[in-house]
């Protein structure tokens, strides 16, 4: 699967929305981009995830660049319950195995 | 409640002893995935089986590690002679597509002392 790279951390206020980042610059033509979430103490839990264009749920929104070498999760009011890990996963149909890489650990503050 | 369980949610073990794992995925879910995870890390993938059959494992899966779906139905996770090395999170997802999401269990975190 091709390299994601996120911000270690990211902060927020309660409220808020959230914009967090994604860079795959060597994504190719069939790799979803799907995002994950790891609430403390918990195991990983799906948000979303999109091919090209950009895709909404009741979670959250994710913005897809034209290019598709970098995309964004964005949570449209953050709460305390959304402080967690952020992972950006790339997917293609060679793999059956999400490969995890660092995350972005979102904080949000009241 | 339908989700992925896993058993125990904690398990302290002195170091050589064996210790096994159980997860009951969603039972419509045909594909079933085991994770590592250690402190500040994200989830190593360990094994992978569709139904019955382990179709892959990571290089991380060493010897004393092994795994099974005897029934394509739950699963266990069995580590032997543990070292302090294996202390971590030990995470199930299962999956019905070949692309579709994970759901994960909450884990069972294994303490070698």
């Known amino acids: 699967d091709a390299k994601t790279t996120q911000p270690n951390s990211m902060e927020s206020n309660e409220e808020e929305p959230v914009h967090l980042p994604c860079n795959h610059s060597?994504?190719?033509?069939?790799?979803?981009i799907h995002w994950y979430r790891q609430l403390p103490s918990q195991g990983p839990e799906y948000v979303i995830h999109?091919?090209?264009s950009n895709v909404n749920n009741r979670m959250a929104s994710l913005a897809i660049a034209e290019d598709r070498k970098s995309s964004t999760l964005i949570l449209h009011r953050a709460t305390l319950r959304d402080a967690a890990v952020y992972y950006c996963?790339?997917?293609?149909?060679?793999?059956?195995?999400?490969?995890f890489g660092g995350g972005t650990r979102l904080m949000v503050k009241p | 409640d339908t989700g992925v369980s896993q058993d125990p949610r904690h398990k302290i073990t002195k170091r050589g002893q064996n210790v096994t794992f159980r997860c009951d995925p969603i039972?419509?879910?045909?594909?079933l995935y085991w994770y590592r995870q250690t402190l500040g890390q994200g989830p190593e993938f360990l094994t992978y089986?569709?139904?019955?059959?382990?179709?892959?494992k990571s290089r991380l899966l060493s010897d004393r590690f092994s795994a099974e779906r005897p029934k394509g139905s739950f699963s266990t996770l069995e580590i032997q002679r543990t070292e302090q090395g294996d202390s971590a999170m030990y995470l199930c997802?299962?999956?019905?597509?070949?692309?579709?999401?994970?759901?994960f269990g909450s884990g069972t975190r294994l303490t070698v002392v």
């Open positions: 999109g091919l090209t």
């Open positions: 060597t994504i190719s033509g069939t790799d979803y």
């Open positions: 039972s419509e879910h045909n594909r």
């Open positions: 996963i790339l997917r293609g149909d060679a793999g059956n195995m999400l490969t």
């Open positions: 089986f569709q139904n019955e059959a382990q179709l892959e």
């Open positions: 997802a299962s999956s019905l597509r070949e692309l579709g999401g994970y759901t």
